[in-house]
Every structure is written in structure tokens, then in C-alpha cells.
């Protein structure tokens, strides 16, 4: 499955740039977007490995209907099989408010199988998750996979780590892979409790505008323990 994410984003990238896709849509929204995103995420134990889960998000863009702020709630068990395996069911209640006034609530259920590989420093993450999403706007399925390498590097005396990921999307209702993310960035554990990512992103859409987003982005991770 890792080696098949490289291909499938090959694949991809030529898809977006033959003439059918390429061409620009009839409506009138921008192709391009450039964003800050910022989202903060907070793990409480509630008994094992079952987890609530508190997050906020923040999206700040130069298209008016990208900009939002998002609150979820919602439930985790991360289930870990063997030493390079894991699967984690969750659920989540999503409601966000754009910053022009509308807004939507979701219930997203999903399923997500983590394979891990480490070399001294370097770790390999090959990420399958499978979502369900009901919305106000319309129900949507689909399978996410995401390559990750993490290498661990020194700098100033202090450990980060380098990583570089791809995800691709596919989705159901449209029977087509239609989504591709590349990140590049770097993440650091603060505390034992705190950790932190920044990140640069590039995303490009098959069908949805804009269809061509630059985005930088901080995430951070709190896990009460």
C-alpha cells in the first residue's frame, strides 16, 4: 500500500493536468486559494485506549466562503494489534461557522488502519482511513491513504522531526480519486503532554474551486495522560 500511494499520486497529477480537467470551469470561483490553518487538538483517557476528544480549527484564506472557524467533539479507540499495526474507530461531531455567516453541522464516523515501520531515525506511516460523513449538505463516502516519512534530526540542541506526507482521496459518489495533498514540515514533542507541527501544504482538487491551495499551518496536539 505505501508504494501504491507514490503511484496512485503520479497518477493523479497527470490526470489533473490533461485538457478535461485542466480547463476552466464555467462558474466564476477563483482556481487558487492561499490559507493559514491552525488547529489545536486535546486527548483526555477516558478508560484504556478510549479517548474523548476535544478540537477547534481555525482557517483564515483569500476566498470569503474558505474562511471558518470549526469546534468537534468526539470518541476514539486506538487499538493497537502488534508492534507495526493499529486500527482506530472514531467519531466526531463537526460544527463550523464561516465567517460570512453560514454554517453546518456533521457527524463523521470512520475507521482508520495505521501500518508503522522504524528505521533507527526514520519512521514510515501508511495511513487507510475510511470515512462516513452525514451532513446538512449531503451525505459523502470515501477512503483517504496517506504516505508518511518522519526523520528525526538535532538542531540547536534540540530534537525535531522532518516529515514529508501524500494523501490521496477517493470518493464514492463520484467513483473517482479526487483529491491529493503533499505536506512538508516540521514537528516537535514539547512536553511529554504537547507537541507541535508546522507545515506547508499543497492541495489540488479535481472538481471542487478552488482547485489549487497553498496553505501554512500550525497544528497542535495536547494528550492528557
Known amino acids: 500500500m505505501c508504494w501504491l500511494t507514490a503511484w496512485l499520486s503520479v497518477s493523479i ?23 493559514f490553518r491552525g488547529e489545536v487538538e486535546l486527548s483526555v483517557p477516558l478508560y484504556e485506549e478510549l479517548y474523548l476528544v476535544l478540537g477547534a480549527d481555525l482557517r483564515l484564506a483569500r476566498v470569503e466562503e474558505n ?37 453546518e453541522e456533521e457527524h463523521r464516523f470512520s475507521i482508520n488502519g495505521i501500518a508503522r515501520l522504524h528505521f533507527k531515525r526514520l519512521t514510515v506511516s501508511d495511513y487507510n482511513l475510511f470515512e462516513w460523513r ?12 496517506r504516505l ?37 514540515g516540521l ?20 472538481s471542487d474551486r478552488p482547485n489549487d491551495i497553498d496553505v501554512l499551518g500550525v497544528d497542535i496536539e495536547i494528550e492528557i495522560q
Open 13 to 35: 497529477l497527470v490526470v489533473y493536468c490533461d485538457g478535461s480537467v485542466c480547463e476552466e470551469p464555467e462558474d466564476s470561483k477563483p482556481r487558487s486559494d492561499t490559507q
Open 67 to 103: 474562511r471558518f472557524v470549526r469546534g468537534e467533539i468526539g470518541v476514539l479507540y486506538d487499538y493497537e494489534v502488534n508492534d507495526y499495526l493499529s486500527l482506530v474507530p472514531r467519531y466526531r461531531y463537526r460544527a463550523t461557522d464561516e465567517f460570512e455567516g453560514e454554517s
Open 134 to 145: 452525514l451532513r446538512e449538505s449531503g451525505d459523502e463516502t470515501r477512503y483517504r491513504n
Open 148 to 184: 508518511r516519512l518522519g526523520y528525526l534530526i538535532e538542531a540547536a540542541g534540540q530534537e525535531l522531526e522532518v516529515f514529508v506526507s501524500d494523501e490521496v482521496y477517493y470518493e464514492w459518489s463520484e467513483q473517482a480519486w479526487t483529491r491529493n495533498r503533499f505536506k512538508v
Open 187 to 206: 514537528g516537535k514533542a514539547l512536553t511529554d503532554q504537547l507537541s507541535a507541527e508546522l507545515y506547508y501544504m499543497k492541495q489540488i482538487d479535481k
